[in-house]
């Protein structure tokens, strides 16, 4: 069992940045792949960023969006510049045993926190 918990989320005006940390519990923390995804209002969640021993970004955050983490603390982080108002969601950490490369989905995911908040104004 996995516990993610995710904190950092906020209100912030277009063109800020925010960082966003998911916390996670357990003894093989570093084995995991994790992921960012996001769920604005009305629309299905979707993937964001992705990280193990390699990284992906969909590509509304690429150039963006930084995902990093620290296996140490157990934390993963993601790092949002320039944000817009589209960026707008509920965002949530997820894990997974497996790295899906270029093809991830909420699917695929093992465990899930809770999500925070961002909200963009413009």
Known sequence: QVQLVETGGGLVQAGGSLRLSCAASGRTFSSYAMGWFRQAPGKERE?????????????????????????????????????????????????????YGSSWSQDGMDYWGKGTLVTVSS
């Open 47 to 99: 993937f964001v960023a992705a990280i193990r021993w390699s990284i992906y970004y969909a590509e509304s955050a690429r150039g963006r969006f930084t995902i990093s983490r620290d296996n140490a603390k157990n934390t993963v982080y993601l790092q949002m510049a320039s944000l817009k108002p589209e960026d707008t969601a509920v965002y949530y950490c997820a894990s997974s045993s497996r790295w």
